[in-house]
Structures are given as structure tokens and as C-alpha cells.
């Protein structure tokens, strides 16, 4: 069995484990050749992957995709930082054990009836509103 290296992140084990890029910057080399232009560089990143978080965590209690948009900041940031590229690798893990184990049988079975006990209750307080109110508006109902 192959045992390969995760970035410090631990070890992965199986022959089926996907090669990951190099940890490091993605800048083009003749930016990278240059010290003032690679910070430069560096800077810029970060701005703009901060612009891209603050967006999103703006978006977080307002319409809008707020963690896709926290996560797609994440990525902007990969390309240049070290920390983010192991964040993101992390959180790629966590979202992919979390999808295996949302397909386990045991776990479907029990998301599908607590979704079933869930509607049956919606549907029986939405029975008792409509037997004792009508179809009349909340805001429209007079006690």
C-alpha cells in the first residue's frame, strides 16, 4: 500500500489518491524573479482575496452565495499563500468525507425519514392555520 505525504496535513493511504500540486506560489516565473515584484504581486493577492472574503461574509446574512464566494476568496488567496492552499486542502477533505458519508445507506435512511417527520409536521401546522384562519394572510389575520 502507498503512503504519500499531505502537505502536513498527515498521510493518505491507497493507490488511488490523487497527485496534489506543490505547496507554493503560482505567480509566472518572471514575476517570481524579481523580490519587489513578487511582494508587489503578493499584495495585490491579498487585496483582492480580501475584497472577495469581506464580500462574502457580507453576503452571509444577506441574499447572496455568501460561502461560495468566502471559499472562491480562499482560492485567490491559494494561488499565492501557502496557508490558504492548506486550508483549502483541509476543507476539500472535510467536504469529501462529508459527501461519502451523507451516501452511506444507514445515513440516508435516517436524513430521508427525519425529512419525511419534518414535512408531515409543517404540513399538519399548516392543516390547523388554514382550519382556523382560512387562506387569509398572517398580517391580514384580525383576533
Given at each position: 500500500?502507498?503512503?504519500?505525504?499531505?502537505?502536513?496535513?498527515g498521510?493518505?493511504?491507497?493507490d488511488?489518491?490523487?497527485a496534489?500540486k506543490?505547496l507554493?506560489?503560482?505567480?509566472?516565473?518572471?514575476?517570481k524573479r524579481?523580490?519587489?515584484?513578487?511582494?508587489?504581486?503578493?499584495v495585490?493577492?491579498?487585496?483582492?482575496?480580501?475584497a472577495v472574503?469581506?464580500?462574502?461574509?457580507?453576503m452571509?446574512p444577506?441574499?447572496?452565495?455568501?460561502?461560495l464566494?468566502?471559499?472562491g476568496?480562499?482560492?485567490?488567496w491559494a494561488?499565492?499563500f501557502?496557508?490558504?492552499q492548506?486550508v483549502?486542502?483541509?476543507?476539500?477533505?472535510?467536504?469529501t468525507e462529508?459527501?461519502?458519508?451523507?451516501?452511506?445507506?444507514?445515513?440516508r435512511?435516517r436524513?430521508?425519514?427525519?425529512?419525511t417527520?419534518?414535512?408531515?409536521i409543517?404540513?399538519?401546522?399548516?392543516a390547523?392555520y388554514v382550519?382556523?384562519f382560512?387562506?387569509?394572510?398572517p398580517?391580514?389575520?384580525s383576533?
Amino acid at each position: 500500500m502507498n503512503t504519500q505525504s499531505n502537505g502536513g496535513l498527515g498521510t493518505v493511504e491507497g493507490d488511488d489518491a490523487p497527485a496534489e500540486k506543490p505547496l507554493g506560489s503560482r505567480a509566472p516565473h518572471f514575476i517570481k524573479r524579481s523580490r519587489p515584484l513578487h511582494v508587489s504581486w503578493q499584495v495585490g493577492v491579498f487585496v483582492v482575496g480580501l475584497a472577495v472574503v469581506v464580500a462574502g461574509v457580507i453576503m452571509l446574512p444577506l441574499p447572496g452565495p455568501g460561502w461560495l464566494v468566502i471559499f472562491g476568496g480562499m482560492a485567490i488567496w491559494a494561488t499565492e499563500f501557502v496557508w490558504a492552499q492548506l486550508v483549502l486542502r483541509w476543507t476539500k477533505r472535510k467536504v469529501t468525507e462529508a459527501a461519502q458519508r451523507a451516501l452511506d445507506p444507514k445515513v440516508r435512511r435516517r436524513n430521508i425519514i427525519l425529512t419525511t417527520i419534518g414535512l408531515v409536521i409543517i404540513a399538519a401546522a399548516l392543516a390547523v392555520y388554514v382550519w382556523k384562519f382560512g387562506l387569509a394572510m398572517p398580517w391580514n389575520v384580525s383576533e
